[in-house]
């Protein structure tokens, strides 16, 4: 066997192998298994799970648990012990969430937990500071499972039966970003989304209304984001079905006075939802505690989409937005972080880029964890939040703050170990349509720095219609005149490359060049003789102009642009003029005996289509408003070539 051929089939083995490991290697699926030691109606439960797979350069990872024990109770411990009050069979269910790790989450087969005594007391356990709350397990990741667990609170005393309401899938993203797997309900919840809506129209006036937002924020940064209390339940409904697609409603009765119930729903995230990782989506809650009044509660919890679960992190709502009309828009910044060390950090800096297009004397900082005052212009010894500004960066200082390590001892609850600042800022001035990137670097009292992911924020093309109209100048025709007006459409105000597209509407007059024959004639009785036959034609053309250009602004008044050109005549009129003159002879300088005369017309439509290459320069106002411009168009026909001297003016 030729060498060359042992040669190729060795490596077409190499890389049939190396392709058949790289997909194995991808394809692994990881598992987590749930343990239980069971005493009477106490468990307490132990999770098995996989190694952690450290992305390097990262802090050194660690999990995070959603327990669900089957009954309606949940935790975020990672070994807790649940006392059931019933016997019974109940199904435990497993999240752990891969911090700082490559590769997805380990899934968890459901265990289903027998109790068969009841040997401790059952207690409730007041959790709840606020009658309804919205929280999640983990931030969405693409094509994978996320739980919002939706709590609610009677806080009446008397029992009450009532609704809530779950939307999701904001209609603002073309695609879904969440798809409802499945909904867990233990108190006799009914679903009844396809029931439609129902409004009493009255108002329990007897309320006393309180917005708890600081509580919820303290609690954790995975809880809600806004926290009201309205009355006009028909006026809510219709406004947060103008900005979700989805929902879910479902009915609950019988509810005890002081009595916490919680609902979980599994909501898998598409592979087609927003691929920006700095983008901010929300899902938005209402609890209506009493069926028999429109008072209801309110709650949007806002999500940052993510890659890789990493609390360190920087988003944005300015995920894609209308130039047009950006400057009445605010943009909302909010930065995530984690201490992740052995002790409690009491120094906390956030260095925070600040795009040339933000106006920096704007920034307002509207909520912070740790929880704290604004520091004033003097030193103090209390916790405050410092704001200083270099020329591209904000510097956001906790001081004298405490902030417990997710590796510190008696740390339970990793969420406290997690803080942000939250803050918004107007655009400047003057600005340019392209797209930004900031982060933040963090730094944890003297400990190397931590960066956060880029923010990105971007503009929608937009629709720009413009008015055109000009001259075209013919230099190869005869007595040529032509004009044109039209219509030219492009991205809005568009800062360098973009396209446009015209549709120009051509009145076009010219004559072609006469054509003159001579020639010697034998008549039918064989004299000879000179004829001499002089042809004029003139045209009177309509003509559509589709110009396709890709233009570039070189600043804010000048322009260059180059493309294609197609051309056709929807209506075509010719006049031909025929002058024969007949000579006594054939001798120069004969008499004229016969002279003939003759006139035709032809009409033709939607003819002599040609096509050309085109460059042009214009100067004005180039992104938007008015402007003058040159054009040469080099067709690839005969005689056609021309300049175009026009006006613009763009909306």
């Given at each position: 066997?030729?060498?060359?051929?042992?040669?190729?089939?060795f490596?077409?083995?190499?890389?049939?192998?190396?392709?058949?490991?790289?997909?194995e290697?991808?394809?692994?699926?990881?598992?987590?298994?749930?343990?239980?030691?069971?005493?009477g109606?106490?468990?307490?439960?132990?999770?098995?799970?996989?190694?952690?797979?450290?992305?390097?350069?990262?802090?050194?990872?660690f999990?995070?648990?959603?327990?669900?024990?089957g009954?309606?109770?949940?935790?975020?411990?990672?070994?807790p012990?649940?006392?059931?009050k019933?016997?019974?069979?109940?199904?435990?269910k497993?999240?752990?969430?891969?911090?700082?790790?490559?590769?997805?989450?380990?899934?968890t087969?459901?265990?289903?937990?027998?109790?068969?005594?009841?040997?401790?007391?059952?207690?409730?356990?007041?959790?709840?500071?606020?009658?309804?709350?919205?929280?999640?397990?983990?931030?969405?990741?693409?094509?994978?499972e996320?739980?919002?667990?939706?709590?609610?609170?009677?806080?009446?005393?008397?029992?009450?039966?009532?609704?809530?309401?779950?939307?999701?899938?904001?209609?603002?993203?073309?695609?879904?970003?969440?798809?409802?797997?499945?909904?867990?309900?233990?108190?006799?919840?009914?679903?009844?989304?396809?029931?439609g809506?129902?409004?009493?129209?009255?108002?329990d006036?007897?309320?006393?209304?309180?917005?708890?937002?600081?509580?919820?924020?303290i609690e954790?940064t995975?809880?809600?984001?806004?926290?009201?209390?309205?009355?006009?339940?028909?006026?809510?409904?219709?406004?947060?079905?103008?900005?979700?697609?989805?929902?879910?409603?479902?009915?609950f009765?019988?509810?005890?006075?002081?009595?916490?119930r919680?609902?979980?729903?599994?909501?898998k995230?598409?592979p087609?939802?927003?691929?920006?990782?700095?983008?901010i989506?929300s899902?938005?809650?209402?609890?209506?505690p009493?069926?028999?009044?429109?008072?209801?509660?309110?709650?949007?919890?806002?999500?940052?989409?993510?890659?890789?679960h990493d609390?360190?992190?920087m988003?944005?709502?300015?995920?894609?937005?209308?130039?047009?009309?950006?400057?009445?828009?605010?943009?909302?910044?909010?930065i995530?972080f984690?201490?992740?060390?052995?002790?409690?950090?009491?120094?906390?800096?956030?260095?925070?880029?600040?795009?040339?297009?933000?106006?920096?004397?704007t920034?307002?900082?509207?909520?912070?964890?740790p929880?704290?005052?604004?520091?004033p212009?003097?030193?103090?010894?209390?916790?405050?939040?410092?704001t200083?500004?270099?020329?591209n960066?904000?510097?956001?200082?906790?001081?004298?703050?405490?902030?417990?390590?997710?590796?510190?001892?008696?740390?339970?609850e990793?969420?406290?170990?997690?803080?942000?600042?939250?803050y918004?800022?107007?655009?400047?001035?003057?600005?340019?349509?392209?797209?930004?990137?900031?982060?933040?670097?963090?730094?944890?009292d003297?400990?190397?720095?931590?960066?956060?992911?880029?923010?990105?924020?971007?503009?929608?093309p937009?629709?720009?219609?413009?008015i055109?109209?000009?001259?075209?100048?013919?230099?190869?025709?005869?007595?040529?005149?032509?004009?044109?007006?039209?219509?030219?459409?492009s991205?809005?105000?568009?800062?360098?490359?973009?396209?446009?597209?015209?549709l120009?509407?051509?009145?076009?007059?010219?004559?072609?060049?006469?054509?003159?024959?001579?020639e010697?004639?034998?008549?039918?009785?064989?004299?000879?003789?000179?004829?001499?036959?002089?042809?004029?034609?003139?045209?009177?053309?309509?003509?559509?102009?589709?110009?396709?250009?890709?233009?570039?602004n070189?600043n804010?008044?000048?322009?260059?642009?180059?493309?294609?050109?197609?051309?056709?005549?929807i209506?075509?009129?010719q006049?031909?003029?025929?002058?024969i003159e007949?000579?006594?002879?054939?001798?120069?300088?004969?008499?004229?005996?016969?002279?003939?005369?003759?006139?035709s017309?032809n009409?033709?439509s939607?003819?002599?289509?040609?096509?050309?290459?085109?460059?042009?320069?214009t100067?004005?106002?180039?992104?938007?408003?008015?402007?003058?411009?040159?054009?040469y168009?080099?067709?690839?026909?005969?005689?056609?070539?021309?300049?175009q001297?026009?006006?613009?003016?763009?909306?």
């Amino acid at each position: 066997m030729p060498k060359s051929l042992i040669f190729s089939m060795f490596l077409l083995l190499t890389v049939f192998g190396f392709s058949q490991q790289t997909i194995e290697n991808d394809t692994i699926n990881r598992t987590a298994t749930i343990n239980h030691n069971t005493q009477g109606n106490a468990v307490e439960f132990t999770p098995e799970i996989p190694t952690l797979n450290q992305i390097a350069g990262a802090p050194k990872a660690f999990y995070t648990y959603h327990w669900e024990f089957g009954d309606g109770n949940y935790s975020k411990e990672k070994n807790p012990k649940h006392t059931y009050k019933k016997k019974g069979e109940y199904e435990v269910k497993l999240w752990a969430t891969n911090n700082y790790a490559n590769g997805k989450p380990p899934t968890t087969r459901p265990k289903k937990v027998a109790i068969n005594n009841v040997t401790e007391d059952y207690e409730d356990i007041a959790s709840m500071d606020d009658d309804f709350t919205l929280k999640r397990n983990r931030e969405p990741v693409p094509d994978q499972e996320m739980v919002t667990i939706l709590s609610y609170k009677n806080t009446k005393d008397y029992i009450t039966n009532g609704k809530l309401y779950l939307f999701y899938n904001e209609l603002k993203y073309k695609n879904d970003n969440f798809e409802l797997i499945e909904t867990r309900t233990h108190h006799n919840e009914k679903d009844i989304s396809n029931s439609g809506f129902a409004y009493t129209h009255n108002i329990d006036d007897d309320r006393t209304y309180i917005a708890s937002l600081n509580d919820d924020l303290i609690e954790s940064t995975l809880t809600l984001q806004d926290s009201t209390e309205k009355m006009n339940l028909p006026l809510t409904i219709q406004e947060s079905k103008g900005i979700y697609k989805n929902w879910s409603l479902l009915e609950f009765d019988n509810m005890q006075p002081n009595e916490e119930r919680n609902i979980f729903f599994s909501l898998k995230t598409t592979p087609e939802m927003v691929k920006d990782t700095s983008a901010i989506i929300s899902v938005r809650g209402i609890y209506v505690p009493d069926a028999n009044y429109d008072n209801h509660k309110v709650k949007d919890m806002e999500m940052e989409i993510v890659t890789s679960h990493d609390p360190n992190k920087m988003s944005s709502n300015g995920t894609f937005m209308n130039y047009r009309f950006v400057r009445f828009k605010t943009l909302k910044y909010k930065i995530k972080f984690q201490n992740n060390g052995e002790g409690p950090a009491r120094t906390i800096r956030l260095e925070t880029d600040i795009p040339e297009m933000l106006d920096k004397s704007t920034l307002e900082v509207m909520d912070m964890y740790p929880k704290c005052d604004i520091c004033p212009k003097r030193e103090v010894l209390y916790s405050c939040l410092d704001t200083t500004f270099t020329e591209n960066q904000a510097i956001f200082t906790f001081k004298n703050i405490y902030l417990p390590g997710s590796e510190q001892k008696n740390v339970k609850e990793y969420d406290s170990t997690k803080g942000f600042v939250k803050y918004k800022i107007k655009f400047a001035k003057d600005f340019h349509k392209k797209k930004t990137k900031s982060r933040t670097t963090i730094i944890f009292d003297k400990n190397e720095p931590i960066l956060t992911n880029y923010s990105t924020t971007r503009f929608l093309p937009g629709i720009s219609v413009g008015i055109k109209t000009g001259y075209n100048s013919f230099s190869d025709l005869n007595n040529s005149e032509s004009y044109f007006i039209g219509a030219t459409l492009s991205p809005y105000k568009s800062y360098r490359w973009y396209w446009q597209v015209e549709l120009m509407n051509n009145f076009h007059n010219y004559d072609s060049s006469t054509n003159v024959v001579d020639e010697i004639v034998d008549d039918a009785s064989g004299f000879r003789f000179r004829q001499l036959t002089t042809t004029n034609s003139s045209f009177e053309n309509i003509d559509w102009d589709i110009p396709i250009l890709l233009k570039y602004n070189v600043n804010n008044f000048i322009g260059l642009g180059v493309g294609l050109q197609n051309t056709i005549s929807i209506s075509e009129n010719q006049n031909q003029n025929v002058l024969i003159e007949q000579f006594e002879g054939v001798q120069p300088g004969a008499p004229v005996i016969n002279i003939i005369e003759d006139s035709s017309s032809n009409s033709d439509s939607f003819t002599n289509l040609r096509t050309g290459f085109l460059v042009e320069a214009t100067a004005g106002f180039s992104r938007i408003g008015p402007s003058v411009g040159a054009r040469y168009i080099m067709n690839f026909e005969d005689n056609f070539n021309y300049w175009q001297f026009f006006a613009i003016w763009k909306f």
